[in-house]
């Protein structure tokens, strides 16, 4: 009897939801499908927006091959900067919509995953709001214009327009904050829903989580001056604690290796220039919409040309008078339910200016007076360098104002004049209105990414059939361009890109980093530098293919693909040719030799004698050589030294452990040989000077303070 009754009770609740909001679901849906267009005519063929489109394509591209194909952790990808790969916590990845894109990746591709996952964006924004506006003003005329703001305004148009669909997912936050004033004013128990839809929002986009992060901050400081009672305070700490405290748990998975990644390397934390260019100008909040079919040419000019910097994308804060005014009727007449709204409105909105004032453009970072504000200390908090795009915090802003619209509107229709009219003519005054809000922010067609097979070369669509494991290079890696190609080739690559630049292990390395940097190869100590020796090393870490673009590089990119042709194809002719790139392969290792570099860290550049001899001076007392082994793991070390500035006792160390030592008179030219037994993997070789560097300045030389032990020349690495 108790199930059935649960049963009921359930159908029940799920009939009167339908009933009540069902209409406001289809018209959310209904508008999302004439706004995003032309999305709907191209499912399948293309993909919303430019910019970073291809980028978050590769996202779900990818999750489906990590998880689905190759069952691994999707956040430590394998496909880019082949043999190490690159994690991937730090990238703008949105893993929740790569894992809600799986099925429909499966049955339907990953161009309408994506496409279908930007509208669920629209409807879910637009639902979250009307759900949190709901609760507040229990009115649905109220919840549904809120809905409209918040998810069909400017700041959602653009995000689309440029190809941000983790920009786009802000569903995740009025759900969030809706559960916890549910938790706290309610029942308690709707604090473990707000802990799950926060980590909803973590594994969405971080700089989404800080800002829920601050919310919460915030509403916990509005609650105690309204509470003012310490024993409810102390309540409503411990409330929030708890929230914070499962979510922690919760997120820990992720959250730890981003921890200790960020503490080994902190490359994903930004200077202040970063969040200076991307900070938001006030004048951005009163202009029209960009995107407008009437009037968005003249806002563009105004926005593009006089308030960011055209290398910015962001910027965009348009807020919409329809809007304004109804906030402030909300504001004015209904001050106890707006009060916690101004104060997230308020408080976002200057954290979106950014650390120091600008106006029309003129940032005061550049000028003689520089002028700062409260994100300076915001962004002293933990982790709150990692962000760097202040113009996001919009993204509240809209939120607090949509709720402010909802209450402005909720007490116009609460007004005796408005509650004496029929119901058909409140429906027809609450189309009315929405039609007003969204003439406003209506755009014109979006830009689209076309990503069907013709826009990619047969030469990777024919290695996409093919079923055997290799890398290729490409030159240059071409980055978003690139990546989509990943995703019909399907091979590791070389090079890589994620939105927090890390370069590749190998950026500066013997034979991979002219590749890598599309430059002139220039000489190195090794004893083998023959174009023959250059394609053994390729071919020694499973490098196939090289192929180097004709379209869409630089000057300098073109100059050094013809060098790099010349230097590592001379008298070879391409595999394929077409008027996209140029591709050769497949490559042969004609010797066992391991691949090997010097850490670029430990020596100064290299240098060419009168003899022609290349050679490299060791910064400091230690220089290491990484070596990659292919082959058979006993190798023969061979290299010339040169003891500088006194006899020196060389100490060759492998992976830390000392293997032999030699003494060397001073200014001698030196042959030395050493046995090694390398590991798999990576190899430090450390070529240690026992004694201290010396400076040649500090024995009486030209002005030269480099701190010199051993100069290194004519290094071989072969196999035994």
């Known amino acids: 009897m108790q199930s059935k009754s649960a049963n009921w009770s359930f159908s029940t609740r799920l009939y009167h939801l339908v009933r009540h909001h069902g209409v406001v679901t289809m018209a959310y849906i209904i508008i999302t499908l004439c706004f995003t267009y032309p999305t709907i005519i191209h499912l399948s063929d293309a993909i919303g927006g430019q910019q970073d489109a291809l980028e978050n394509y590769w996202n779900l591209w990818w999750t489906h091959r990590a998880v689905v194909e190759q069952g691994q952790n999707p956040f430590e990808t394998t496909a880019m900067h082949h043999p190490f790969g690159i994690p991937l916590y730090f990238h703008t990845y949105n893993i929740l919509n790569g894992l809600l894109s799986l099925p429909l990746q499966i049955c339907c591709g990953t161009a309408v995953a994506y496409n279908l996952l ?181 806002a563009s000019e105004i926005f593009y040309e006089q308030l960011i910097r055209s290398f910015i994308i962001g910027g965009i804060a348009t807020l919409g008078y329809v809007a304004l ?108 209105l929405a039609t007003l809000v969204l003439f406003e922010y209506w755009p014109r067609p979006f830009r689209m990414t076309p990503i069907g097979p013709e826009h990619v070369s047969p030469f990777y669509r024919q290695l996409g059939t093919e079923p055997d494991d290799y890398a290729l ?61 250059w394609r053994s090393a390729l071919a020694c870490q499973n490098v196939r293919y090289v192929t180097f673009y004709k379209q869409d590089i630089t000057q300098d990119d073109r100059e050094g693909i013809e060098a790099l042709r010349a230097q590592l194809f001379a008298g070879v002719e391409p595999l394929y040719e077409d008027e996209t790139l140029w591709a050769y392969g497949p490559l042969q290792q004609t010797t066992s030799a391991p691949y090997w570099m010097p850490d670029p860290d ?16 060791i910064e400091g007392d230690t220089g290491s050589l990484l070596a990659y082994p292919c082959g058979p793991n006993n190798v023969l070390l061979s290299l010339n030294l040169v003891s500088f500035g006194q006899s020196r006792t060389l100490d060759i ?37 026992v004694e201290p560097a010396t400076s040649p300045e500090s024995l009486g030389f030209a002005n030269d303070s480099r701190m010199l032990s051993f100069m290194v020349s004519q290094v071989a690495l072969v196999s035994r």
């Open 118 to 298: 930007n509208m669920f964006a629209f409807v879910m924004v637009g639902l979250g709001a009307y759900a949190l506006v709901y609760y507040l003003t229990r009115r649905r005329t109220a919840a549904f214009i809120a809905g409209l703001i918040y998810a069909f305004s400017p700041y959602m148009a653009f995000h689309l327009d440029v190809g941000q669909p983790f920009m786009l997912s802000l569903q995740w936050m009025p759900f969030y904050l809706l559960a916890l004033l549910k938790g706290l004013r309610d029942n308690w128990r709707f604090l473990l829903l707000a802990s799950g839809v926060l980590l909803l929002i973590g594994l969405t986009d971080w700089h989404y989580l800080s800002y829920s992060i601050t919310i919460t901050c915030l509403l916990w400081l509005y609650e105690v001056v309204r509470l003012r009672q310490p024993k409810a305070i102390g309540v409503l700490t411990g409330k929030l604690a708890l929230v914070g405290g499962l979510f922690a748990l919760l997120i820990a998975p992720v959250l730890w290796p981003m921890l200790s990644e960020l503490a080994s390397d902190p490359y994903a934390r930004r200077p202040i220039e970063h969040s200076v260019v991307h900070s938001t100008d006030p004048l951005a909040f009163f202009l029209p919409s960009i995107f407008h079919p009437l009037w968005g040419g003249w």
């Open 325 to 432: 005014v109804l906030a402030l009727c909300g504001v004015v007449r209904d001050w106890r339910r707006s009060a916690l709204f101004v104060l997230l409105f308020v408080v976002f909105a200057i954290l979106s200016l950014g650390p120091y004032w600008q106006f029309n453009g003129v940032n005061s970072f550049d000028t003689d007076h520089p002028i700062p504000l409260p994100y300076l200390l915001f962004r002293e908090l933990p982790f709150m360098d990692i962000p760097r795009i202040p113009s996001r915090f919009i993204a509240v802003v809209m939120l607090a104002l949509a709720v402010l619209v909802g209450i402005g509107v909720a007490w116009l229709w609460g007004q005796p004049w408005m509650q004496r009219r029929s119901p058909l003519v409140q429906n027809l005054l609450l189309v009315a």
């Open 473 to 533: 290079i490409d030159v240059p890696h071409l980055w978003k361009p690139s990546m989509f190609y990943q995703t019909y080739h399907g091979k590791p690559t070389v090079g890589g890109r994620i939105s927090r630049v890390q370069l590749h292990a190998w950026w500066d390395g013997r034979f991979f980093g002219p590749l890598l940097q599309a430059r002139e190869a220039k000489p190195e100590i090794g004893v083998a530098n023959s174009p023959e020796a």
């Open 602 to 617: 430990e020596w100064y550049e290299a240098e060419t004698n009168e003899e022609g001899t290349v050679f490299r001076w």
């Open 653 to 689: 160390r492998l992976n830390g452990d000392s293997v032999s030592q030699h003494t060397l008179e001073q200014d001698l030219l030196t042959p030395i040989e050493v046995p090694l037994q390398l590991a798999d993997g990576e190899n430090r070789i450390e070529l240690h000077s």
